[in-house]
C-alpha cells in the first residue's frame, strides 16, 4: 500500500478539524478579537480624568474556549494597543473613534496546530444619555472593521508510514460588525450604579482560500463566510472607593446572550491528493449565560491599570477570557 493510500484511509479527523478553524474565519479562534473590540470603542473604563477624551491602551488578553465536536480545546493569548477620542457632536451626542492592532497566537495542542493572528482594527461609534425618573437612558451605536493576516503552522506524521512533516499557510480573513444598546442606569449611591440594558450585534467574517504547503498531507479550502447575530439582556453594576489617595471602580456584569445565524463554524477541505472531508469547529452556543468581574485603579491622575474576568458558558462549550490594561487619558478634543 503507498504512502498516499494510507494517508486516504488513516488521516485523523483532527487535522481536518483544526483547520476547519482557520478556513471558518476562525470565528471561534478569534472569540478574543471582535468582543474586546467593540468594548473598546463603547464601553471604556471611566478614566480619571473625564474631561481628557484622547486614550491610548494597551491590552494583554488570555482566552480559553473548550467544545466542539473536532477541536476540543483553543487556548488564545491577545497584545496589542488601541487608540482613539470622543467629542461633543450636538444635540447632546457625543462622537467617537478608535484604531487598533493586534498579535493573537492561537493554540490548538489536540491538531499540534499553531496560528500567529495579526489584527488591524477601526472603528466608530455614538453614544447619548437622556434623563429618565430616577435614572437615565445610555443609547450607543457603532460599527468596525478588522483585517486578519493569519500565518499557520502545523506538524504531522504517522511512524513507519509518513515522516514527521511541518505545514504552513499564510491566509487573510475580516470581520465587519454593527452593534447597538440601550441601558438605564440607576443611581444607588454616589459612588454606586445599576443599568439593565439590551443590545443586538450582527458580524460578518470572511476568509480567503488556503493551500498549505510543506508536504503530502498539506490541506487546502476555498474562501469561507460566517454571519452571526447575537442579541443580549442583562445587568451591570459598578462602584467607586478609595485607597488613600487613590481611586478605584469595581465592575461586574450577569447576562444572557441569544446567537443566530451560522452557529456552527464548517468548511470542506482538501488532502493534496484528493480526499475530501466536510468538518466542523468549536461552535458558537445559541444559547449562553454571560459573566464578568473586574477592577480598574488610577495610577495617577491620567493612567488606569485594569484587570478583568469574562466568561460564556453554554451549550457544552465555555469560553473563558482574563485580561490586563493600562490606559492612558490625554487632551481635549
Not at 442583562?234 to 446572550?257: K, S
Request: with cysteine.
Amino acid at each position: 500500500m503507498s504512502s498516499l493510500k494510507a494517508v486516504r484511509r488513516q488521516l485523523p479527523a483532527r487535522v481536518f478539524a483544526a483547520h476547519a478553524v482557520i478556513a471558518a474565519g476562525a470565528a471561534c479562534a478569534h472569540a478574543g478579537e471582535a468582543e474586546p473590540a467593540r468594548d473598546l470603542l463603547v464601553n471604556r473604563p471611566t478614566s480619571p480624568a473625564p474631561a481628557q477624551p484622547g486614550w491610548l491602551i494597551a491590552v494583554d488578553n488570555w482566552q480559553t474556549l473548550e467544545g466542539g465536536a473536532n477541536v476540543n480545546r483553543i487556548k488564545q493569548r491577545t497584545t496589542g494597543v488601541y487608540g482613539g477620542g470622543e467629542f461633543e457632536a450636538g444635540a447632546g451626542w457625543r462622537v467617537g473613534g478608535a484604531l487598533g492592532a493586534t498579535r493573537s497566537r492561537v493554540r490548538i495542542d489536540a491538531a499540534d496546530l499553531r496560528l500567529d493572528v495579526y489584527s488591524y482594527t477601526a472603528g466608530v461609534y455614538g453614544k447619548r444619555s437622556f434623563l429618565s425618573g430616577a435614572g437615565k437612558l445610555n443609547l450607543l451605536a457603532g460599527a468596525s472593521y478588522t483585517w486578519h493576516d493569519i500565518d499557520t503552522k502545523r506538524h504531522f506524521e504517522m511512524p513507519g508510514v509518513i515522516p514527521r512533516q511541518t505545514l504552513t499557510a499564510d491566509l487573510s480573513a475580516y470581520t465587519a460588525q454593527v452593534f447597538s444598546e440601550l441601558g438605564y442606569e440607576l443611581p444607588l449611591s454616589g459612588i454606586a450604579s445599576i443599568e439593565p440594558f439590551a443590545g443586538a450585534a450582527w458580524r460578518n467574517v470572511r476568509t480567503r482560500g488556503f493551500s498549505e504547503s510543506g508536504g503530502s498531507t498539506a490541506l487546502s479550502a476555498d474562501a469561507g463566510r460566517i454571519v452571526q447575530t447575537t442579541a443580549t439582556l442583562g445587568v451591570r453594576g459598578q462602584a467607586g472607593f478609595a485607597l488613600g489617595p487613590t481611586v478605584g471602580r469595581l465592575h461586574a456584569t450577569l447576562g444572557w446572550r441569544r446567537a443566530f445565524g451560522d452557529v456552527q463554524p464548517e468548511t470542506t477541505l482538501a488532502l493534496d491528493g484528493g480526499s475530501v472531508l466536510t468538518v466542523t469547529g468549536a461552535p458558537i452556543s445559541r444559547s449562553a449565560a454571560l459573566a464578568g468581574v473586574g477592577a480598574e485603579l488610577a495610577v495617577s491622575r491620567s493612567a488606569v491599570i485594569g484587570l478583568a474576568y469574562g466568561g460564556q458558558y453554554g451549550g457544552g462549550s465555555r469560553e473563558h477570557t482574563g485580561s490586563l490594561s493600562l490606559r492612558w487619558a490625554f487632551g481635549s478634543l
